[in-house]
């Protein structure tokens, strides 16, 4: 799962770009995108500027606070819409989930060793969460 919003402006691209790859290459990789948008139009014009072919979970749907609440991500500015829960992590935030929806992996997308690390392995660097999938 992929949290982001629109201050994203390195990860999510770069997501996109490997995404793709990975789908040419036959991976089995999947992002759902889970928005910290300010509305649902925002999210709408992120999702089609920045992203790839990706799942989205829709803006009005519950699961999307259910998915913040859960794995304790979310925006600086939405920590009041979750009293009692410990923020493990902003935006953007890349956590890998296996089918029993553990997760596995909670990556902070905003660390310049994560980039820069991805831009050099490319989808190689996806590799390492091959043993979650679904």
Not at 122 to 134: I, R
């Amino acid at each position: 799962m992929c949290f982001t919003g629109p201050a994203c402006i390195t990860f999510t691209p770069l997501l996109s770009v490997l995404h793709e790859e990975a789908k040419e290459e036959g991976m089995d990789f999947e992002v759902i995108y889970v928005s910290s948008d300010d509305n649902a139009d925002m999210c709408l014009q992120h999702m089609n500027k920045k992203h790839g072919d990706w799942l989205r979970i829709a803006y009005d749907a519950p699961q999307r606070q259910e998915l913040k609440q859960t794995y304790g991500v979310f925006a600086g500015k939405e920590q009041s819409d979750f009293p009692g829960v410990a923020r493990k992590s902003g935006i953007p935030t890349l956590v890998v989930i296996s089918q029993d929806g553990k997760a596995h992996v909670l990556l902070d997308c905003d660390d310049s060793k994560v980039i820069k690390e991805m831009q050099t392995k490319g989808v190689q660097y996806l590799e390492q969460w091959e043993q979650y999938k679904w």
